[in-house]
């Protein structure tokens, strides 16, 4: 299978995309959303300070923490080499304007998305975390991963030849579209009740991790119940697959989709009972970024299956 530069480039930066998102979801387990106070300088400088010494005047000095500075700082710094990276696939898919433009205008929109989240992030910064701009930051980073994973599949689509029964395919894929509807509305739901938590932790005297969850109200109870839902769709994809004996690429992306939802409910089980682990908050987010690829990414292979059997 040899690439073109566009491929490649593409590939690339859905990966880096997701790494990002993992960055981000480190910034916000170490509490460094606010380790930069304005935007987009940190503390009135290009390269944010070491020292208490190096605080530029008109700052408080309560505001500064080293670490938590670097976190976000470092934060940005990938997330402008996101940019470049998106800059670059949306130049190099002027080649497929004309003989494949689904190309061509995916990418483009996925240059013009993350232009909008850098404002979007300047905003979250300025008005110091807002609650509803943080759940729209998370969504519009979904949107951009599963964009440029369109576009990335668009271009090397005739890498995935897959045949399969037409009547399978429809319920299949039915089913899948269920469970990215089901997995973009948990994701919500869990970003909602992040943020109660994030407020908790602001409060005066900030109660025991251990109560955390207690003191979200009662968004985690919907959160946690809607899970139930997830995990019936992806029980319901298992029982698909192994009816109708799958095989092949989609047998494999099937139990890998059956997988990750499993592995989000551990997950999400290892939070509550173990007082949010920073490590279990990060996996958490990464783990739920990956698997709306992986889904969206099934969703476009059995799409792709009826145009070659058309």
Same mark, same amino acid.
């Given at each position: ?9 593409? @590939? ?25 106070? $304005? !935007? ?19 700052? $408080? ?8 500075? !670097? ?5 940005? *710094? ?65 949107? @951009? ?12 689509? $005739? ?7 037409? /009547? ?5 894929? !039915?089913?899948? !579209?269920? *469970? ?17 938590? $994030? ?14 969850? %207690? ?28 009816? %109708? ?7 494999? *992306? ?35 970024? @990956? ?11 059995? /799409? ?7």
């Amino acid at each position: 299978m040899k690439l073109n530069a566009f491929q490649k480039t593409a @590939i690339t930066t859905v990966g880096a995309t997701l790494f990002l998102i993992l960055v981000g979801g480190l910034v916000r387990a170490a509490g460094a959303g606010l380790g930069c106070p $304005d !935007w987009p300088k940190c503390f009135g400088m290009w390269v944010p300070p070491t020292s208490l010494a190096d605080l530029p005047a008109g700052f $408080d000095a309560s505001q500064f923490n080293v670490y938590k500075t !670097w976190i976000e700082y470092l934060n940005r *710094l990938v997330g402008v080499v996101i940019g470049l990276l998106i800059t670059a696939t949306f130049l190099l898919s002027i080649r497929y304007r004309k003989k494949k433009p689904t190309v061509f205008y995916s990418s483009a929109a996925a240059f013009v998305l993350v232009l909008f989240q850098g404002w979007l992030g300047g905003v979250v910064v300025k008005t110091g975390l807002h609650e509803g701009l943080i759940t729209a930051h998370m969504l519009v980073a979904m949107v @951009i991963v599963t964009t440029l994973l369109y576009a990335t599949f668009e271009a090397t689509s $005739d890498f995935f030849k897959v045949r399969i029964e037409e /009547r399978f395919r429809k319920k299949v894929l !039915w089913t899948m !579209w269920i *469970l990215f509807g089901l997995t973009m509305i948990q994701l919500v739901l869990g970003t909602q009740v992040r943020e109660a938590i $994030d407020v908790i932790k602001e409060v005066a005297n900030v109660p025991p991790r251990s109560l955390w969850i %207690d003191q979200v109200g009662a968004m985690f109870p919907i959160h946690r119940s809607f899970s139930w839902l997830v995990i019936l769709a992806g029980v319901f994809l298992f029982y698909l697959l192994k009816k %109708d004996k799958a095989e092949g690429l989609v047998m494999k *992306l099937g139990q890998w989709n059956v997988i990750l939802v499993l592995l989000q409910v551990l997950i999400g089980i290892g939070l509550y009972y173990l007082d949010m682990p920073r490590v279990l908050q990060v996996l958490h987010l990464v783990g739920m970024a @990956i698997m709306v690829c992986a889904q969206f990414f099934m969703i476009l292979v059995l /799409r792709r299956s009826a145009r070659l059997e058309s």
